[in-house]
Each structure stands twice: as C-alpha cells, then as structure tokens.
C-alpha cells in the first residue's frame, strides 16, 4: 500500500511563508507526477502546482511568481515553498502522485490558514 503524508501547515499573516512537504512511503514502483491541490469551504478542489519527473512545472495563474513546488525523487517527496500569502490561499492542500503501474493517490490534507 501507499501512503502520502503531507507536514507544514499552519496559519500564517498575509504577506508570509509557508513550506509544504509531502513523502510518499510503501511500496512503490516509480513517481511521474507530483502536485498540490487545494480546497477552500464551499469550492471545488483546485490545481496549484505540479511537477514532472523531468521537474517540468506548472502553476495556477492565482499562484505563479509567489509559489513554488519543487521534488526530491531520492525522498520520494515534494515540496511546496509558499510565499507572500495571502487570505485567498486560505484552503486545505492536498498531495496528490501519480505512480505508473499503480494509479493515483492522495495525501490526507493539511491546513494552511492567512489571516489578514
């Protein structure tokens, strides 16, 4: 089985930073895809960033220039470096690998809170 486990969440005041990490542990073949996505109350869940294996990127047009998702393939982990917060990006992020042969999985959520 796979598991996705996701740290550093938090609550933050606009203007701040935040670092996500997401290790993805069990027994695993092989990670194409990695990524953040998030949900805030009473919306759909969302695409922030992604990430290759080949570290091509992609980001939310709301986030690009302030985000930045990153992976180390030794770690099986990736990472999400938020800064200049902002209330918007008030939402639960979850971690979200695609593993050939084996699907897609998520990770359980963790907070991120901006207050203002």
């Known amino acids: 089985q796979v598991q996705l486990v996701e740290s550093g969440g938090g609550l933050v005041q606009a203007g701040g930073s935040l670092r996500l990490s997401c290790t993805a542990s069990g027994s695993i073949f092989s990670i194409s895809a990695m990524g953040w996505y998030r949900q805030a109350p009473g919306q759909q869940r969302e695409l922030v960033a992604v990430?290759?294996?080949?570290?091509?990127?992609n980001y939310a047009d709301s986030v690009k220039g302030r985000f930045t998702i990153s992976r180390d393939n030794a770690k099986n982990t990736v990472y999400l470096q938020m800064n200049s917060l902002k209330p918007e990006d008030t939402a639960v992020y979850y971690c979200?690998?695609?593993?050939?042969?084996?699907?897609?999985?998520w990770g359980q959520g963790t907070q991120v809170t901006v207050s203002s």
């Open positions: 990430i290759t294996g080949g570290s091509s990127t």
């Open positions: 979200n690998a695609h593993l050939l042969l084996q699907g897609t999985y």
